[in-house]
């Protein structure tokens, strides 16, 4: 009777059996090279993939949200629309692509956000750090709620306080908190 260790090393002969038989390993580097001539020759080939990661952003309407994601894509920002309902945009960086899903911020589709959070793997929350103090205390409620729900709680959390160009804009600490302590876990 085989023992178990007999078994995985059956296993493992098989499998490098078939991978690195002498055939395939010829045919592999063979493909290989020509990769190697064909990037070598032409300069360029299909570029190397790039992992992709679902990232929910959410913030009240005018915090700037559809405003960074077009200035992350290199789009003009001076025509923007206001986002009704929400939106998907490919965010394509040198290493990754952020596939970013923006959830209006208008008090009719506020109350749907965690409805599109499943199956996030991060988040960016976009606060207008020049806002009224009303606004900002609003701003605040939700950011606590997103930071403490359970399918957001454990996944890289970016905050923007976005809008620093204006004269009122508060620092991120103002911002996020404004008995100055910390919200983040
Ligand atoms: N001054 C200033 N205006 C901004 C900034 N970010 C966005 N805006 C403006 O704020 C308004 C709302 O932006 P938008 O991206 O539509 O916000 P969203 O509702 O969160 O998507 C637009 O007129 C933008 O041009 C910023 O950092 N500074
Ligand atoms: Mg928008």
Same mark, same amino acid.
């Given at each position: 009777?085989? @023992? #178990? ?8 002969? /098989?499998?490098?059996?078939? +991978?690195?038989?002498? !055939?395939?390993? $010829?045919?592999?580097s ?37 405003s ?18 929400? @939106? #998907?945009?490919?965010?394509p960086?040198?290493?990754?692509? /952020?596939?970013?899903?923006? +959830?209006?911020?208008? !008090?009719?589709? $506020? ?59 508060? @620092? ?14």
């Amino acid at each position: 009777m085989h @023992s #178990i260790n007999d078994s995985v090393s059956f296993h493992s002969r /098989l499998i490098s059996g078939l +991978l690195f038989s002498e !055939d395939n390993s $010829k045919k592999l580097s063979r493909n290989y090279m020509d990769y190697l001539c064909f990037r070598t020759l032409c300069c360029k080939g299909p570029p190397p993939p790039r992992p992709e990661y679902d990232v929910v952003c959410i913030g009240l309407t005018g915090s700037g949200k559809t405003s960074l994601l077009s200035r992350l894509c290199s789009e003009a920002t001076d025509n923007i629309v206001p986002t009704t309902g929400f @939106s #998907i945009k490919a965010v394509p960086f040198q290493n990754a692509i /952020l596939n970013v899903k923006e +959830l209006g911020g208008a !008090d009719s589709i $506020k109350k749907y956000w965690s409805r599109y959070y499943q199956g996030s793997q991060g988040v960016v929350f976009v606060l207008d750090s020049a806002s009224s103090e009303e606004d900002l205390e609003v701003a605040r409620t939700e950011l606590h709620s997103a930071l403490q729900h359970p399918q957001l709680c454990t996944l890289p959390f970016l905050i923007l306080a976005n809008q620093q160009d204006k004269p009122a804009a508060r @620092s991120v600490q103002e911002g996020v908190n404004c008995d100055g302590s910390s919200v983040l876990p």
